[in-house]
C-alpha cells in the first residue's frame, strides 16, 4: 500500500522558520510529488510541489517563503517554511500524482499541524 507519514510540524512564532518532512512508502519515485495544506475551516489547497527531475512549482502566497526538496533514495519530501505568517497556520499533507495540479491520488495520510502564533 501508499503510504505518507509527514512530520516536524510545530509552534513557532511569527517570523520563524520550520521544515517538514514527508515519507513515502510503497510509491515509485518517479511521481511528482506535492505538498498539501488545511487551513481551519478551509478547504485542503495544493501549495507546493517537485517532480523527479526536479520541476518545481508553488503557489503565489507561498513563493518566495516555501522552499521544497527531495531525496529520491529515501523517498522523503521535505517542505522548508520561513516567514511564517498567521495565514500559514494550517494541517500539512503530502502526496503524489502525475504533476502539477494532478497531485492526489492516493490516500491521504494524517499530516502535521504547523501554528504560527505569538
Known amino acids: 500500500q501508499v503510504h505518507f507519514m509527514e512530520s516536524g510540524g510545530d509552534l513557532v512564532q511569527p517570523g520563524g522558520s520550520l521544515q517538514l518532512s514527508c515519507l513515502a512508502s510503497g510509491i515509485s519515485p518517479y511521481y511528482t510529488m506535492g505538498w498539501y495544506r488545511q487551513a481551519p475551516g478551509k478547504q485542503r489547497e495544493l501549495i507546493a510541489s517537485?517532480?523527479?527531475?526536479?520541476?518545481?512549482n508553488y503557489i503565489d502566497s507561498v513563493k518566495g517563503r516555501f522552499t521544497v526538496s527531495r531525496d529520491i533514495a529515501r523517498n522523503a519530501f521535505y517542505l522548508h517554511m520561513s516567514r511564517l505568517d498567521p495565514k500559514d497556520t494550517a494541517v500539512y499533507y503530502c502526496n503524489a500524482g502525475s504533476g502539477w495540479p494532478d497531485l492526489s491520488r492516493f490516500s491521504w495520510g494524517q499530516g502535521t499541524q504547523v501554528t504560527v502564533s505569538a
Open positions: 517537485m517532480s523527479y527531475s526536479a520541476n518545481i
